[in-house]
């Protein structure tokens, strides 16, 4: 059973940093994609980022050049996130695509809600002064 566990939400002031944290267990087949989501209230989920095993990353336009994904190995990643601002709060999500499926994304790093299949429960991310 793949289990995926945010840590590191919390409240910045605007321009703060914040670095979140995912854990996962339960893989079976190695060479996940993992990614990062966001949902703010009354917005639908959307892609923020995405690591491959081959260090292959993706960003969406909007977090370009202030967050930051990585892998510290097949089952841990983190998403630091500097500059923060005020559009940025929302429930951060941790997501997995399984192994067995990862060939079909050979040369693309997904970051669309349907490519994944493990999700996490999601942290809580604020920004205010």
């Known amino acids: 059973q793949v289990r995926l566990v945010e840590s590191g939400g919390g409240l910045v002031q605007p321009g703060g940093s914040l670095r979140l944290s995912c854990a996962a267990s339960g893989f079976i087949f190695g060479d996940n994609i993992m990614g990062w989501f966001r949902q703010a209230p009354g917005k639908e989920r959307e892609g923020v980022a995405c690591i491959k095993q081959d260090g292959m990353t993706a960003y969406a336009e909007s977090v370009k050049g202030r967050f930051t994904i990585s892998s510290a190995h097949s089952e841990n990643i983190g998403l630091e996130m500097n500059s923060l601002k005020p559009e940025d709060p929302a429930v951060y999500y941790c997501?997995?695509?399984?192994?067995?499926?990862?060939?079909?994304?050979?040369?693309?790093?997904?970051?669309?809600?349907?490519?994944?299949?493990?999700w996490g429960q999601g942290t809580q991310v604020t920004v205010s002064s």
């Open positions: 997501a997995a695509i399984s192994g067995l499926r990862t060939a079909a994304f050979s040369g693309l790093c997904p970051t669309g809600i349907s490519d994944y299949d493990f």
